[in-house]
């Protein structure tokens, strides 16, 4: 659902466009703060280990709720 052009990767465009969902008042740079969290080879992508620990750590539980 979130790998929109099927890479294989979810990258902060593809995040960014499904995050008013989650939390409309999200800004790119606290996408971007969070993402850098989980994302392991800093390609500014997550790949299905990378998101998983975004899951795993929490890290989409505080995005929806703000926290930085």
Known sequence: LLD??????IDIGELAIFMPVIMPNASPYML????????K???????LQEFTLLINQGIGRDIAL???
């Open 32 to 39: 971007l703060h969070h993402i850098q969290k989980a994302d």
């Open 41 to 47: 080879n800093c390609d500014y992508k997550l790949n």
């Open 66 to 68: 703000g926290r930085l």
């Open 4 to 9: 929109a052009d099927h890479s294989g990767t």
